[in-house]
């Protein structure tokens, strides 16, 4: 309780006791109890935080109050602690004015040449500038107005000529690298691929933004974005807050409201809306989908707000099924029609028969106020209890349901059902769409299943068996090659670039290493190490410096052809043949006799490498 409410509960009781007093005719204390509760009323007027706070000025995009909008600061006044729960998260700071406080990579005169253009970074005072020179051309020099993302990229946006729309530059900060990146190589992309330039007023101000409008001029045929706040703050959440600051602005309307305890209706709260209600709060940016009306959009910005249950009034969500482009199918799903997208969660939750028939939302597992900012993961659901909180039936035994030791990572739920087998920000992460392992649906579509991410060094033929018999899973026709190789290895050596990917990452992930060992896998990374997609390249290079004697290995994703021709040789070299392996193993593994490669069946399988075009961009 704040120093307002107390001072309003004081001013109740004292006109309380006026009230008393005058029907007792006791004037005596009448006249200072008035004199009181007038001074308590001044002290709870000069107190009262609902006033509504200012917003930045000239930012591009503009930062205007419209709508019903009143941002985040106006919210801090009555919400501290919920404020400040959010303010330490990545949603806050997927899109900043562009201050010391907010610049996370490096201007101190870094320089990087892009295809011959020459980029320089460089800090003046407390203003960032982009200092581009081409050949033949004069030196240009940009201001640095706003970035989007803080947890595994920055991006940066500088002025355009015309000061209506930002420029995107073309290199992206890695936040754990620590290093700038051409745009191309930081996600999955064809190799020669050209470099497109992002639109911050029409698809990033769809998620990195609250309340944005990309504010099209069809008269003018040009962009006047304006955005409510930048990132994703209180009211992308619980809806605008005007009339909720307005009605509260009464101290009557405050306690009258704790008094009876009733839902809000002034305010959108998450945790109270239906399944699809709350669903769609997160689903609104953590989807792909494209707008019903695009002209409208452009011009006035989603009419769909949080408490809305009508998406598809508003939106077309991508599906395999029904797919709304050519490229999603290619791209965005496996052939099973599960999205391999990070960041497009929505697509996935609702294949999942908890969601299509329980009452799984996102704020299930999710909490924006009660976790770790790193996967908001609500307090409580970082192991099972996210699961058991539904499946409680399994609490008491859970090995009887996994088949594996009770604190081995093989009986943690969403191991098995969630398994990392969609791809974002240069890493692998959880599918969305909770199923159970098939290698039926591996077999025939190519998407990795949970026992083979996790038994790297074991075969299709091995997981169904154990899929049988431990949960009379029916029979699957499998290829020699999936009966006698590991599927991992097969996914890794001729399976497309997002199968190699999550291969890759899988080889350097700590349960996958514990349950199939650490001693086979460097010289089948080090063949990746000059794969045609840079983020293939990149994974290969982080898992294979989790190996024993690799973790110092010196390696650049960006280098040329001939210096990642020398990397990969430098791999083959430092590996050390292993032995101990049963017969069927080594062959499993593509081991001789000798523990060493077979190369003749390894060159078999990438020269079989499906080279066709993948491409998510995220």
Not at 210 to 234: K, M
Not at 262 to 275: C, E, F, G, M, Y
Not at 332 to 342: A, S
Request: hydrophobic share 35%.
């Amino acid at each position: 309780m704040n120093v307002f409410e107390l001072l309003c509960m004081l001013a109740v009781a004292v006109v309380a006791a006026l009230l008393l007093l005058h029907r007792r005719r006791d004037r005596k204390l009448t006249r200072p109890l008035v004199s009181f509760a007038a001074l308590v009323g001044l002290a709870a007027g000069a107190t009262f935080p609902g006033g509504y706070e200012p917003v930045p000025t000239g930012t591009i995009p503009y930062q205007v109050r419209h709508s019903d909008y009143v941002t985040s600061k106006t919210c801090r006044n009555c919400h501290p602690d919920e404020h400040r729960s959010w303010h330490r998260t990545f949603h806050r700071t997927m899109a900043q004015v562009v201050t010391p406080e907010t610049v996370v990579a490096d201007f101190n005169n870094s320089q990087v040449d892009l295809g011959g253009v020459y980029y320089q970074f460089v800090r003046r005072g407390d203003t960032y500038w982009v200092d581009a020179k081409s050949p033949g051309a004069p030196l240009t020099s940009m201001r640095v107005l706003m970035s989007t993302g803080s947890h595994h990229y920055q991006v940066y946006w500088v002025e355009s000529p015309r000061h209506t729309e930002p420029f995107e530059v073309p290199l992206y900060w890695n936040i754990e690298l620590a290093r700038w990146v051409p745009k191309p190589e930081t996600v999955i992309e064809p190799p020669g691929t050209p470099d497109s330039m992002g639109n911050w007023s029409y698809e990033c101000i769809r998620c990195h933004s609250t309340g944005g409008v990309p504010g099209y001029d069809p008269q003018q045929q040009n962009l006047n974005a304006r955005v409510a706040e930048f990132g994703i703050s209180c009211e992308a959440c619980h809806g605008p807050g005007r009339k909720h600051v307005e009605y509260y602005q009464n101290p009557w309307n405050r306690y009258r409201q704790r008094l009876h305890g009733q839902p809000d209706s002034t305010i959108v709260n998450p945790a109270r809306l239906s399944k699809l209600g709350s669903t769609y709060v997160c689903g609104r940016c953590h989807s792909n989908f494209l707008e019903r009306d695009f002209q409208d959009f452009m011009q006035n910005g989603f009419h769909f707000l949080p408490g809305d249950e009508d998406f598809s009034s508003s939106f077309l969500l991508s599906d395999f099924d029904n797919p709304i482009s050519d490229e999603a199918v290619a791209h965005l799903f496996w052939k099973d029609g599960t999205c391999r997208t990070g960041g497009d969660e929505l697509n996935g939750h609702v294949k999942s028969p908890c969601f299509q028939q329980g009452q799984l939302t996102c704020i299930s597992c999710h909490s924006m106020h009660d976790s770790d900012p790193n996967d908001q993961l609500a307090a409580g659901m970082q192991g099972n209890q996210a699961c058991l909180q539904c499946h409680d039936s399994l609490a008491d035994d859970i090995s009887a349901h996994t088949h594996h030791a009770v604190n081995s990572s093989g009986s943690l739920c969403y191991n098995c059902h969630m398994p990392h087998t969609s791809y974002a920000l240069s890493t692998a992460m959880r599918s969305h769409r909770i199923d159970s392992p098939s290698v039926k649906v591996s077999a025939q579509t190519g998407r990795p299943n949970a026992c083979n991410l996790c038994h790297v060094d074991r075969t299709l033929q091995w997981s169904a068996e154990h899929l049988s018999s431990w949960f009379g899973a029916e029979p699957v026709e499998l290829s020699d090659e999936q009966q006698q190789v590991s599927a991992n290895l097969l996914w890794l050596l001729k399976g497309n670039a997002i199968q190699r990917a999550i291969a890759a990452w899988h080889m350097g992930w700590e349960p996958a290493r514990t349950a199939s060992g650490d001693q086979w896998q460097a010289p089948f990374l080090a063949k990746l190490l000059q794969d045609p997609y840079a983020q293939v390249r990149l994974l290969s290079s982080q898992s294979l410096m989790q190996l024993p004697g690799f973790s110092d290995f010196e390696y650049d994703f960006l280098d040329d052809s001939r210096e990642l021709m020398d990397a990969t040789s430098r791999g083959l070299k430092q590996w050390q043949p292993v032995a101990g392996f049963s017969d069927a193993m080594r062959d499993a593994l593509l081991l001789d006799a000798q523990g060493q490669v077979d190369w003749q069946r390894t060159q078999r399988l990438l020269d079989q490498r499906d080279d066709s075009p993948v491409s998510i961009r995220e």
